[in-house]
């Protein structure tokens, strides 16, 4: 038993709460899925392809905002959304390694 998390974090993990939140509601991963490869789309036009209401995609896109899944800027009355690859690509990178040292090699049995 590795006790030492049951009172604290792995270090740097503490951020990831609201990374996997963010990720658990399939309306804010079908947002993140629309976005091409360093495209940015307006909210209005983020609104205009799902069937909730514009406050109900603003919350979304809100969350995954807080959640540094998606960067915003806004220029004019817009404001543009594009995802935060850099940092998705870091977390999951930091997750995977603490996996992969927790996997232990397969025991081999050999018959004798």
Same mark, same amino acid.
């Given at each position: +038993? /590795?006790?030492?998390?049951?009172?604290?974090?792995?270090?740097?993990?503490?951020?990831? =709460?609201?990374?996997?939140?963010?990720?658990?509601? @399939? @309306?804010? #991963? #079908?947002?993140?899925?629309?976005?091409?490869?360093?495209?940015?789309?307006?909210? /209005?036009?983020?609104?205009?392809?799902?069937?909730?209401?514009?406050?109900?995609?603003? %919350? %979304?896109?809100?969350?995954?905002? /807080?959640?540094?899944?998606?960067?915003?800027?806004?220029?004019?009355?817009?404001? *543009? *959304?594009?995802? /935060? %690859? @850099? *940092?998705?690509?870091?977390? +999951?990178?930091?997750?995977?390694?603490?996996?992969?040292? #927790?996997t232990s090699p397969p025991? =081999?049995?050999?018959?004798?």
């Open positions: +038993m /590795n006790s030492k998390f049951a009172d604290r974090l792995p270090p740097g993990w503490e951020r990831f =709460s609201r990374f996997f939140f963010a990720l658990g509601d @399939t @309306t804010r #991963q #079908q947002i993140l899925l629309v976005f091409e490869p360093g495209e940015e789309i307006c909210v /209005n036009d983020i609104a205009r392809l799902f069937k909730i209401s514009r406050p109900a995609v603003s %919350h %979304h896109l809100k969350v995954l905002r /807080n959640a540094e899944l998606l960067l915003c800027e806004k220029r004019g009355k817009e404001v *543009y *959304y594009r995802v /935060n %690859h @850099t *940092y998705c690509a870091e977390v +999951m990178r930091i997750v995977h390694d603490f996996v992969a040292a #927790q025991v =081999s049995v050999s018959s004798g």
